[in-house]
């Protein structure tokens, strides 16, 4: 069974930076697209990066540029690098695959970006 664990989340100033981690209890990232999800109050969850086995990476408009998806195969663990967080980054973080599996939604990481 997959479980993914999402971390660093926290309380930032505006321009601030965040690094996310997500760690998954299975080999899967040698064999799946990664990605990060994010979801506001009031807001449907939207995709906001992705990282194929190849490489190629995705990122929603409005965090590129700000954003950067990585991972260490090695040890199943992905991570999102945020820089100049804006208070429209403000939102529950959730790593899955691409497409996401719905058994996967993990408890997600807060990330409120406020003065």
């Known amino acids: 069974q997959v479980q993914l664990v999402e971390s660093g989340g926290g309380l930032v100033q505006p321009g601030g930076s965040l690094r996310l981690s997500c760690a998954a209890s299975g080999t899967i990232f040698s064999t799946s697209t990664m990605a990060w999800y994010r979801q506001a109050p009031g807001k449907q969850r939207e995709l906001v990066a992705a990282?194929?086995?190849?490489?190629?990476?995705y990122y929603v408009d409005s965090v590129k540029g700000r954003f950067t998806i990585s991972r260490d195969v090695a040890k199943d663990t992905v991570f999102l690098q945020m820089n100049s967080l804006q208070p429209e980054d403000t939102a529950v973080y959730y790593c899955?695959?691409?497409?996401?599996?719905?058994?996967?939604w993990g408890q997600g990481t807060q990330v409120t970006v406020s003065s």
């Open positions: 990282l194929a086995i190849d490489g190629r990476t």
């Open positions: 899955n695959v691409n497409p996401s599996n719905p058994q996967y």
